[in-house]
């Protein structure tokens, strides 16, 4: 009987290892791919922003004349 729960215990403990291990990859690979990803968004935003400034446009100018500005 101890045999079958020494075994037992080396494979549960084995796998519980694999597990942890797999586990903190997965986590530091999906925080690397979010880090990744919001700061292509970032950059993209800005450049985007940049060229193309402040437009008065229809939308904008309704808006002036309804607030009075």
């Known amino acids: 009987m101890k ?3 020494r075994t037992g215990g080396e494979s549960r403990r084995t796998f519980l290892k ?22 292509r968004e970032e950059t993209s935003s800005e450049v985007a922003s940049e060229k193309r400034g402040y437009h008065e446009t229809q939308h904008i100018r309704d808006y ?3 607030a009075g500005i």
Do not use: W
């Not at 597990?19 to 880090?35: E, H, L, P, Y």
């Open 3 to 5: 045999e079958q729960d």
């Open 18 to 39: 694999t597990m942890a291990a797999t586990g903190g990859a997965v986590a530091v690979t999906a925080g690397m791919g979010t880090t990744v990803a919001s700061a």
């Open 64 to 66: 002036y004349a309804r």
